[in-house]
């Protein structure tokens, strides 16, 4: 596994930070727009990329991309938004980035009723309750059905796919999050294991994979360790967000990472048992005490205590015959 952060386009804080605590691997956002260049230009990305480099950071992956509501939609401008993400996989194949993490959630990203639930020792976390929704007025897209929504998808990976094996781009397909439908109106169809197996099946391609974010697919009800094995062993986990919840897809809150429902050291052996060696970073973390909770789920202390948890599990993964090992030694003198 290689563990990663999200980061700036440019150098801040948490870029030095994650160099001393040993973090290798940057997955970045889309650069910023310049006078001359789009931000998936080619050469936005490449001044990004050997931004990221000159600081001794690999960047395996982008997690964002220029708008594609209407190509979720499945309304007019989906083709000129297609053309857009064709551009930026080709550039990105160009530059040797390997993996664009990506989703189909329309009208809005991943969502909360709350930003500011108290969790262990006062630590604010994001969270969801489904009720709450019950009376919110539908978005301007109005009935937005799955059917709609799986013809939609089904359109977009025929145009993308084939770029993305020509580039040589991993497509990650991120869950839906929450993980049920609909919400305002608008379906979600991404919303368990299968469905991601029904996605990554509509257009067959190595290249053509999922993010694995072990939070969703928890709230959803899935059991992680199978639910690695599963794409781990057809080559589909492109890329993973290693976090953790409590609760169901109706009503949860997200944690700690030693503080959810899921037991992540199964979780972190069963990665290397299956022989994942691809990018993971820690995601939605806690504000904790002394941060004002302007970035929920990404302000700093959080991350850093989850890529020293992250880390630790790492090494108790890879290590994992010789203790057993070393159990087993000191069995048998005490029997003998």
Known sequence: MKLAEMFSSSPDQMWHLAKQMGVDYAVGPLPRKTNFYESYDYTNLMHMKKRFEDFGLELMVIESAPPTNKIKLGVQGRDEEIEVMQKLITNMGALGIPVLCYNFMAEFNWFRTSTSTRSRGGALVTSYDHSVMKNAPITNAGLVSEEKLWDNLKYYLEKIVPVAEKAKVKLALHPDDPPISPIRGVSRILVNADALQRAIDLVPSEYSGITLCQGTLATAGENIPSVIRRFARQDKIFFVHFRDVRGTAEKFEETFHDDGKTDMLET????????????????????????DNSNPGYEILGRLFGVGYIKGLMEAAEKRDKIIGLNNQASELIES
């Not at 990665?271 to 941060?291: C, K, L, Q, S």
Request: aromatic share 12%; charged share 30%.
């Open 268 to 291: 972190m052996v069963t990665y290397y048992e299956e022989g994942f060696d691809g990018p993971a970073r820690p995601d939605h973390v806690p504000t904790m005490e002394g941060e």
